[in-house]
């Protein structure tokens, strides 16, 4: 049994821990919502680290370092009310930001940002426009930092080419005999990954600026206040180098799909084009001063870009055996892999509207 109190101690906290909660609903990391005695002390959130998935914990924490404290000095620096709460780490006692215990698990502790809640699934268009104005905002408060003071704590993330060639070698070896039953998806792939490999030739040709980018823009990665106003951006793991391209995307893939990102039943799948069009308002009106016309141009293609890369690592895990992501039931990689080009297909009859929606916002013709 982990000792919850013990490790919190661990930490340079202001009063005594007395209870804790498990906390959220997040799928990589375990949290836990540390309160304290007297009352009056700030109450803290302390995770345990998956360092199966982000192997080297010093270069992880020098990441959110940076960031963390980066948005802090511009939120107290600027006159303009930024009104967004300050994150940051807590130092370790020993030393550093982080405490190894004796099992070997990596530990971490933030300030608990008090009276926030975080939402699953995107309550309406109204939390969807403030949704895009924190993720927006999140993007314009880092655009003066260089990119590349961050290191990527997961390489070639979004990467198309290692994303495809992992797929091809795959569908080639077919190690459990599954290739046969994946077909009509095998084909779907291939007609659209030419095509798919737009945003890294815009990256690669200079054309999309690199960036300091979040990369895990899930709608539950956003604390809101009572008032129902984004308040904070959290799960600083996968921030580093990026397009901004596939924050816009991911969160437009996560948070406008009119069913789960599992759903069997492939007729409830459509993007939501109200959600689609609250978020992208939101977005742009933080972040659309910082974007360059490039940028602009092709947040509705980011969208399909995003759900095609999330389906094709669903479908690729599926002929792998099922090594990566967790499955509830034998087949549940496919039916993921099958609901995002479900998704997709559905973006793809609505990509005039989805334009139409961008250019009016923006004002630009593309
Ligand atoms: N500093 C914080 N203050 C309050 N709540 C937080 C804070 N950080 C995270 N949370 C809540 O805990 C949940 C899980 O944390 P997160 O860092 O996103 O972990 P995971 O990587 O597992 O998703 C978030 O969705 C949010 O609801
Ligand atoms: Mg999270």
Redesign the pocket.
């Known amino acids: 049994m982990i000792d919850i109190l013990k490790i919190a101690k661990e930490f340079r906290i202001g009063g005594i821990p007395i209870s804790y909660e498990h906390?959220?609903?997040?799928?990589?990391?375990?949290?836990y919502?540390i309160s304290m005695s007297p009352e009056s002390s700030p109450d803290y959130?302390l995770?345990r680290i998956?360092h199966h998935i982000f192997t080297d914990i010093t270069l992880l924490t020098d990441n959110i370092l940076k960031v963390t404290k980066y948005i802090s000095e511009k939120i107290y620096s600027s006159e303009a009310g930024i009104p967004f709460a300050e994150?940051h780490l807590i130092p370790a006692c020993s030393s550093g930001f982080f405490y190894k215990d004796s099992e070997g698990n990596f530990w971490r502790m933030?300030?608990?940002?008090?009276g926030?809640?975080?939402f699953d699934l995107v309550p309406g268009p109204m939390l969807a426009y403030e949704g895009g104005k924190a993720f927006g905002l999140f993007l314009n408060l880092t655009s003066g930092m260089e990119a590349k003071s961050l290191e990527e704590t997961l390489k070639n993330f979004h990467n198309i080419e290692t994303r495809l060639e992992a797929f091809r070698k795959i569908r080639s070896e077919d190690p459990c005999g599954r290739v046969g039953e994946t077909v009509a998806e095998i084909s779907f792939i291939e007609d659209r990954a030419d095509e798919m490999h737009t945003i890294l030739r815009l990256g690669r040709s200079g054309r999309l600026p690199l960036r300091v980018t979040h990369n895990?823009t899930?709608f539950?990665?956003i604390?809101f206040n009572s008032n129902n106003k984004a308040i904070?951006i959290?799960?600083?793991?996968t921030v580093m180098p990026g397009y901004s391209l596939y924050d816009f995307g991911d969160a437009i893939r996560t948070g406008a799909n009119t069913a789960a990102e599992d759903e069997s039943e492939l007729q409830k799948i459509t993007i939501d084009l109200e959600l689609f069009s609250s978020y992208s308002k939101g977005f742009l009106e933080t972040a659309g001063d910082i974007l360059t016309h490039d940028e602009k141009a092709h947040l509705a293609f980011s969208a399909r870009f995003m759900t095609f890369i999330i389906g094709l690592r669903f479908l690729t895990d599926f002929l792998a055996g099922d090594t990566y992501y967790k499955i509830r039931f034998p087949g549940h990689n496919l039916q993921r892999a099958r609901a995002q080009f479900r998704l997709l297909q559905s973006m793809e009859e609505n990509t005039d509207s989805m334009k139409k929606i961008i250019s009016d916002l923006c004002k630009l013709t593309f």
Do not use: E, P, T
Request: aromatic content about 10%.
């Open positions: 906390f959220g609903s997040g799928h990589i990391n375990d949290s919502c959130l995770q998956n994150l933030y300030n608990f940002i008090k926030s809640r975080s895990d899930k539950n990665n604390l904070c959290v799960d600083l793991d």
